[in-house]
């Protein structure tokens, strides 16, 4: 198991810019996969972003390919999330979460057995 705390979580305009880091304490982050997942009221927990292990290879669905970029610092055991153009719909709590395999099941919430506690993000209008 490795400890996740996420940070850079807040209140900020529709278009806006907003990064968020996620740090893992205790263990290596290098050893595992990074993601970001974001829920929002009533809605399922669904993949924002994945990042391999080595940082070569990530990966983001459609909905915020082109405004949010997944990358990583494995000398400061962090993984962050730079989201540019902020939209009212993109307000959710966001998730930080690793796994050990960067593979197709990396993209649903159920296989991942390491998460953070959450930041909310809010995108006012």
């Known amino acids: 198991q490795v400890q996740l705390v996420e940070s850079g979580g807040g209140t900020v305009q529709a278009g806006d810019s907003l990064t968020l880091a996620c740090t893992a304490e205790?263990?290596?982050?290098?050893?595992?996969?990074g993601a970001w997942f974001r829920e929002a009221p009533g809605k399922e927990r669904v993949l924002i972003a994945a990042?391999?292990?080595?940082?070569?290879?990530?990966y983001s669905p459609n909905s915020v390919e082109g405004r949010f970029t997944i990358s990583r610092d494995n000398n400061e055991n962090t993984v962050h999330l730079e989201m540019n153009s902020l939209k009212p719909e993109d307000t959710a709590v966001y998730y930080c979460?690793?796994?050990?395999?960067?593979?197709?099941?990396?993209?649903?919430?159920?296989?991942?057995?390491?998460w953070g506690q959450g930041t909310q993000v809010t995108v006012s209008s």
């Open positions: 990042i391999s292990r080595n940082g070569f290879r990530t």
């Open positions: 979460a690793a796994r050990s395999a960067y593979n197709s099941e990396a993209l649903y919430f159920n296989n991942y057995d390491n």
């Open positions: 205790g263990r290596t982050f290098s050893n595992y996969v």
